[in-house]
Nanobody
Framework: QVQLVESGGGLVQAGGSLRLSCAAS????????SAWFRQAPGKEREFVAA???????YYVDHLKGRFTISRDNAKNTVYLQMNSLKPEDTAVYYC??????????????????WGQGTQVTVSS
């Protein structure tokens, strides 16, 4: 069983930066693939970024270059560094994890564990 707790969200002006953290319980978290998704009001949850147990990273195309996912296995934590934030980045950001998602890192249905979400609001 893995429990995920996100933190680091908040209110930021357009052009600013935030770093989200996802702290996981469980000694084998390094064996998991982890991802960040986001959901804006009235929209479906969308894939943002993922990192597998080997450290390979995947991003949704339109966020490449602004967002960076990383992990610190010693701290059982996954991060999402978000730079040059825009109002359209406003959403609840969720951390997710699974032992194996294969090539479906963007598929919400393949992740077994989810955090409660953290709100990110970008003002114009």
């Amino acid at each position: 069983q893995v429990q995920l707790v996100e933190s680091g969200g908040g209110l930021v002006q357009a052009g600013g930066s935030l770093r989200l953290s996802c702290a996981a319980s469980g000694r084998t978290f390094s064996s998991y693939s982890s991802a960040w998704f986001r959901q804006a009001p009235g929209k479906e949850r969308e894939f943002v970024a993922a990192i597998n147990r080997s450290g390979d990273r995947y991003y949704v195309d339109h966020l490449k270059g602004r967002f960076t996912i990383s992990r610190d296995n010693a701290k059982n934590t996954v991060y999402l560094q978000m730079n040059s934030l825009k109002p359209e980045d406003t959403a609840v950001y969720y951390c997710a994890a699974a032992l194996d998602v294969g090539g479906g890192y963007y598929n919400t249905g393949l992740y077994n564990y989810w955090g409660q979400g953290t709100q990110v609001t970008v003002s114009s």
